[in-house]
Structure formats: C-alpha cells, structure tokens
C-alpha cells in the first residue's frame, strides 16, 4: 500500500469517529526508514544470516517479537523469529537449493530496552521428515509470558518441504509450548504441542482447542498465538484462520486452569473490528498493558484477497474485560483505538507483528518487510517509541 492509501486509512478512521460523535483516534505513526523517528532494533551476538559462500541470505532478518517484563528483576526479555536460508543437500555451485529456515530466539535487555543481546536459541529450524518427504522445521510467531511458576515460551511450528522456498505442509500447523522456572532456561525439550482439528496425526499427542471451544470443524486452523498472564492465570489468544473465508476467521482466547487442561474463555474480535480498522481479518494478536494499566489488545488489520495479503501496521485497542473477552467502544460501536502504527515505505505485503511493553524504551516494536531483486527479502524490527 503506498503512503497516501495509508495516510487515507487514518483520514477515514477520524472521520467515521467524528461523524459518530465519538472521540477522535490519535494519528497514525509512521514509521518510516529514511526519517530517523524509527531506528531498527538490533541484537548483540545475533548477525544477520549469511549463506556460506554466497554472503548475506536472500530471506533473512527478525520478526514476530514478543516483549515481557519480569516483575522480579526487571529485565525485559525479547523473543523473536531469527529469518534465515538454508543450502539443502544436493546444491551445485550456481544452482543452490534454498529454504527459508526460521527460528526463535531469546534476548535480554538490562537498561529498560536501549539495548538487547542474545541469551539463546529456543527452537531451531533443522532436518525434519514428515509423510515420507524430508524438509526442515520451521518455527515462528514466537511469544513470551510469565506464567504461574515461572515462564512460558510457545511457537507456531511447521514442516517445510526441501526445495521450494517456504512451501509449508498446511496440516503440520501445530504450537509448541515450553515452560521453566527462568527464561534463560526455556528449551524445546519436553514442550507440550496444541492444535487444531486440521492438525495432522503424525504430531500427536496435542490439546485440541477447537474441540475445547466447541466449533471443530468450524475452525480449521489455529495460528499467531499470543501468552499473557494476567492476575496469576495464563491465557492464549491466537487466531482462528479461515482460509475459504477470512471473514469467518476470528481471535479466540483461551486460559489455564489450576490443573493444567485449558478452557475457553471466548471470542475476542473479528470482521467487525477488521473493518473499522481498513480490513477483512485481525492477526498478529497479542496483548500488553498500557502505561495507565488498562489492558491493551494489539492487531495488525489484514486485507486477504485471491492475490494475496496486505497487512495494514498494527493497531491498539482498549480492553474492558479479558474474561469475558471484550473490546472498550466508542459511540459508533468501534473498538477505542490507543495508537495505530503504520509503515507507509514498507509497502510489499505491509508491515505488522507488533509488540509491547510499557517499560521498555523501544515503545511499539513493529516489523518491516522490504522486498528488493538486490538484496532480497528483509524483516527487521522497529522501535517507535510510542507508547501508549
């Protein structure tokens, strides 16, 4: 989307706001690369991916974060989608074989989020057999939350064919979620797996949220999911995909109880929010709270059509209730937007996958995505310093 339809989305926003005699949503933030307002955020020990021989890896970068506080000691973890391209078995000099791999990765920060480093790898894209086809793991969509004894780290998880780029087997589409006493000590061993009724046998044993929220079928796929604590009980909000219909598709939450099984709580939004913010879906969820301690749920605006997505930068909303889950209105019946953040030179595909925490400096991280012929295809994370 170029900047003038970007800057048309907010235009359109203060105008239904005020037309309704509710109160105006804040203008947009953009976060563009050539203004200085939006420095990218890097980890220290974590280069970006090369490709022996070859240089820096045509797919590469960071996305998907995830950003926590620990009440305890007050260090601000980052998890992240560390982009890379793996050289499968079999490559020719001039002719490789490439694949996007992606993993996640923990990082720290002991100075309120002016800088992070890497602590560890969380899950690792590596070789993986599946259906008689051998292919890699990919890991993504990371999140990171305190939880009741510690922490817990969760990832959408996937196999990915060798020799096509990211051609993911859709009924691989699993979570994977691993918990310990510290974040450092998080690790893929031993972590539990959630999915969908969609989710192939060859990844089972794993909870079955549509089951759990009584819509089976009605819910194929469970994606983007989202860990937050909240009062001492650890929720999961995630997106039910609904790939014939995105308007069909919505944002469930779910929550742990005191013997480890999960419940559903409910819906949280759908296509109605979607269209009051420019699009057809809400992804990208997560939830955060605001610097005046209201509870925020932050989404990134989708547009699907038969061509293809276009993420619309991320909004967030205030929330009056997490359990039930409900959005606060305004007198057109809209959700309250607290900030939108947009990026109106990251155009191929939109930018999104937005995260927070109030005390940290980055403010709103958002995730750019640059498509070049030169240099390939690049994620990077953002800081806006907004913080609502």
Not at 101 to 118: E, K, Q, Y
Request: with cysteine; net charge neutral.
């Amino acid at each position: 989307m170029r900047r003038a339809a970007l800057a048309a989305v907010g235009v359109a926003l203060v105008a239904r706001a005020t037309l309704a005699g509710a109160a105006t949503p804040p203008a947009p933030f953009d976060c563009r690369a050539d203004d200085g307002r939006c420095p990218e955020l890097t980890v220290a020990g974590d280069p970006p991916a090369q490709v022996p021989g070859y240089g820096l890896a045509p797919f590469r970068g960071f996305g998907d974060p995830s950003l926590r506080t620990d009440p305890r000691t007050g260090t601000i973890w980052l998890s992240y989608s560390y982009v890379s391209t793996e050289v499968g078995p079999g490559s020719v000099p001039g002719k490789p074989i490439l694949d996007a791999g992606v993993s996640i990765r923990l990082a720290r920060s002991d100075d309120g989020g002016r800088s992070f480093r890497l602590v560890r790898r969380l899950w690792t894209a590596g070789p993986e057999r599946y259906e008689g086809r051998e292919g890699l793991s990919g890991h993504e969509v990371s999140t990171i939350s305190p939880a009741p004894g510690g922490w817990a780290a969760l990832a959408l998880a996937y196999f990915n064919p060798r020799g096509n780029g990211n051609d993911f087997a859709p009924d691989s589409f699993h979570f994977e979620m691993a918990e310990a006493a510290e974040p450092q000590r998080l690790a893929s061993v031993g972590t539990s797996r959630l999915g969908g009724p969609f989710t192939g046998p060859d990844w089972r044993p794993f909870v079955e949220l549509s089951r759990i929220a009584g819509i089976d079928q009605a819910c194929p796929v469970w994606t983007e999911p989202a860990l937050f604590q909240d009062h001492g009980i650890l929720y999961l909000l995630a997106q039910c995909k609904t790939p014939r219909d995105p308007a069909q598709g919505f944002l469930g939450l779910f929550a742990r109880r005191d013997d480890g099984a999960w419940r559903w709580v409910g819906r949280f939004a759908g296509s109605h929010e979607a269209q009051a913010l420019g699009g057809n879906e809400l992804t990208q969820a997560d939830l955060a709270r605001g610097r005046d301690g209201r509870l925020l749920l932050i989404v990134t605006p989708n547009i699907v059509s038969s061509r293809g997505e276009q993420h619309l930068g991320c909004a967030l909303l205030e929330v009056s209730s997490l359990d039930p889950p409900s959005l606060a209105r305004d007198a057109s019946g809209g959700p309250v937007v607290r900030a939108r953040i947009v990026s109106s030179d990251s155009a191929q595909n939109g930018p999104g996958a937005c995260a927070y925490d109030p005390r940290s400096a980055t403010g709103v991280l958002i995730v750019r995505r640059v498509f070049s012929s030169a240099k390939g295809i690049v994620f990077s994370l953002h800081a806006t310093g907004v913080r609502p």
